[in-house]
C-alpha cells in the first residue's frame, strides 16, 4: 500500500490489492471549529455508493505516518475515514509531532492547554461534517481512537448519533483525567451511550494498569452501556507501527475486531 500527503485541498489515490482492487481517496480538508479552523485528513473509497462514516482520533503525536496509514487501512475495509487534528488551536495545520521525548513532552503540553469542551466541540463539528459527506451513508456514524484519542472517541459516544464506538487503550477513561480538566467525567456519564463500545487494551500497559480496566468495566456494567472489552499481550500504543512497542500480531488482530464491530452494528 502506497500513501502520501499533500496541502490542503488536494486528492491522493492509492490502491489496496486485494482480492478485488480497491482504489481509495484521501485529501486534506479545513473546516471552522471554535476561533481557528480544524484540519482533517479524510480517507474514503473511491467507488460509488454509501458508506459508514468513522471519526478516528490520534495519539497525542497528531497525524503522523501510523495514524494515516491507519485511516487508510480502515477506508480501504469500506468506511468514510476522518481524522482531526487534536491540537489545531496551538499548532498550525499539518503539524505532526516527533516520536521522540521532545515530541512526547510537547504533545502532552499541547493536552494540558486544550479543555474538554474544546474537545467535544471539535467532535460535534467533525460527526456533522461526516454527517454531510456524499459518500457517508445516513445515520451509520462510528467512532474510534488511540491513546488520548481512544478517550476522545469515548466522548464521541456520548455523541445521540454515534452508534458504535472502538477505544484503543484510552487514557484518562478510569481516572477522569483528559486535557486541562482533572476529571472530565467521561465514566459518569457512560449511561447517556446509545450505541455499543468495544473497549481493547494492552495487558502490560501501564498507563491503564488492571485496576483501572477493572474500574471502567465495572462503570460500564452498572451504567448499563452495551460494550465488549478485549484484552492483548501488549504494551500501550502496540498498534503504533514505529518504535519498540508495536505488536504486528497483536494489531492485526484488533483491528480486525475493529472492522468486524463496525460492519455488525452499521449494517
Not at 56 to 70: A, C, E
Not at 155 to 167: F, G, I, K, W, Y
Not at 197 to 225: C, N, W
Not at 238 to 261: H, I, K, L, W
Request: charged share 25%; hydrophobic share 35%.
Amino acid at each position: 500500500m502506497s500513501l502520501w500527503t499533500c496541502p490542503s485541498g488536494c486528492v491522493n489515490e492509492f490502491r489496496t490489492h486485494t482480492s478485488s482492487t480497491l482504489v481509495l481517496t484521501s485529501e486534506y480538508f479545513d473546516i471552522p471549529s471554535g476561533r481557528s479552523p480544524m484540519r482533517m485528513f479524510v480517507a474514503a473509497p473511491k467507488a460509488d455508493g454509501k458508506f459508514p462514516g468513522v471519526i478516528f482520533y490520534s495519539d497525542i503525536f497528531q497525524l503522523t505516518g501510523p495514524m494515516l496509514r491507519s485511516c487508510a487501512r480502515l477506508a480501504g475495509y469500506g468506511f468514510v475515514v476522518a481524522a482531526p487534528e487534536i491540537y489545531h488551536r496551538i499548532e498550525p495545520p499539518g503539524a505532526p509531532i516527533p516520536f521522540d521525548d521532545a515530541g512526547r513532552t510537547r504533545g502532552l503540553n499541547n493536552a494540558a492547554k486544550t479543555s474538554v469542551a474544546e474537545f467535544d466541540q471539535d467532535c460535534r463539528a467533525t460527526l456533522d461534517y461526516l454527517s454531510k459527506h456524499p459518500k457517508v451513508a445516513k445515520g451509520k456514524l462510528a467512532a474510534a481512537g488511540f491513546c488520548i484519542g481512544g478517550h476522545l472517541a469515548f466522548r464521541a459516544a456520548l455523541q445521540p448519533d454515534v452508534r458504535a464506538t472502538v477505544c484503543f487503550y484510552g487514557t484518562g477513561i478510569h481516572d477522569g483525567k483528559l486535557g486541562k480538566d482533572q476529571d472530565a467525567h467521561s465514566l459518569d456519564r457512560a449511561g447517556e451511550i446509545k450505541g455499543e463500545l468495544l473497549m481493547i487494551f494492552g495487558k502490560l500497559d501501564p498507563h491503564v494498569p488492571k485496576e483501572g480496566r477493572d474500574r471502567i468495566e465495572a462503570a460500564l456494567y452498572q451504567s448499563g452501556t452495551k460494550f465488549r472489552m478485549k484484552l492483548y499481550p501488549a504494551e500501550h500504543a502496540f498498534m503504533r507501527d514505529e518504535g519498540p512497542r508495536y505488536d504486528p500480531e497483536s494489531t492485526d488482530s484488533a483491528f480486525a475486531e475493529m472492522v468486524q464491530f463496525f460492519r455488525k452494528e452499521l449494517g
